[in-house]
T-cell receptor, first 110, second 115 residues
């Protein structure tokens, strides 16, 4: 049973536009969420997080929104840049480690 | 060296071979993890070690054997693997397993191909 789901395997946007990556979860006990970014041939790197006591967290061009009633979070990147092209994973702390979604591959077209 | 390092970066092995993957973290963390990433699948947790003690074995076949001699080093010993074990194997570390230390730091991974 996949507790963290990313239903869009890929997304393509134009440089300068907004990228919106979505993530759904099933476990209402999750109280913290993280987004990781992964380039080819590298391990995932932490990008931004949000606690369940907030509904928004912003860091530069990256903003994460949390809708607890819908069990949904989204990562907004604006403006998108070609260097943002990567696979993005959302994650939540499980019993002993992070539970990851399957990832969304973002391609930002110049 | 900083962060989390993994060697080798690429490995091709036959089904009868025995090989080992190595992970080293230079962050002073207490918890270390092995993950498997197959194509188009979520990261799958394999093993968790906390203060050198294994705290999680996520139903991993016995042909994968972890070893954690100290908090900075983690090995994954491989023997009689199957072609479906071909994947990217990622090592990660975190400060500990509880509280606010959710953030994990990942190594670059070992791309394993079993022929």
């Amino acid at each position: 049973d996949q507790q963290v789901k990313q239903n869009s395997p890929s997304l393509s946007v134009q440089e300068g536009r907004i990228s919106i990556l979505n993530c759904d979860y099933t476990n209402s006990m999750f109280d913290y969420f993280l987004w990781y970014k992964k380039y080819p041939a590298e391990g995932p790197t932490f990008l931004i997080s949000i606690s369940s006591i907030k509904d928004k967290n912003e860091d530069g061009r990256f903003t994460v929104f949390l809708n607890k009633s819908a069990k949904h979070l989204s990562l907004h990147i604006v403006p998108s840049q070609p260097g943002d092209s990567a696979v993005y994973f959302c994650a939540a702390p499980g019993r002993r480690a992070l539970t990851f979604g399957s990832g969304t591959r973002l391609q930002v077209q110049p | 060296e900083t962060g989390v390092t993994q060697t080798p970066r690429h490995l091709v092995m036959g089904m009868t071979n025995k090989k080992s993957l190595k992970c080293e973290q230079h962050l002073g963390h207490n918890a270390m993890y092995w993950y498997k990433q197959s194509a188009k699948k979520p990261l799958e947790l394999m093993f968790v070690y906390n203060f050198k003690e294994q705290t999680e074995n996520n139903s991993v076949p016995s042909r994968f054997s972890p070893e954690c001699p100290n908090s900075s080093h983690l090995f994954l010993h491989l023997h009689t693997l199957q072609p479906e074990d071909s994947a990217l194997y990622l090592c990660a570390s975190s400060q500990d397993l509880e509280g606010s230390s959710y953030e994990q730091y990942f190594g670059p991974g070992t791309r394993l191909t079993v022929t």
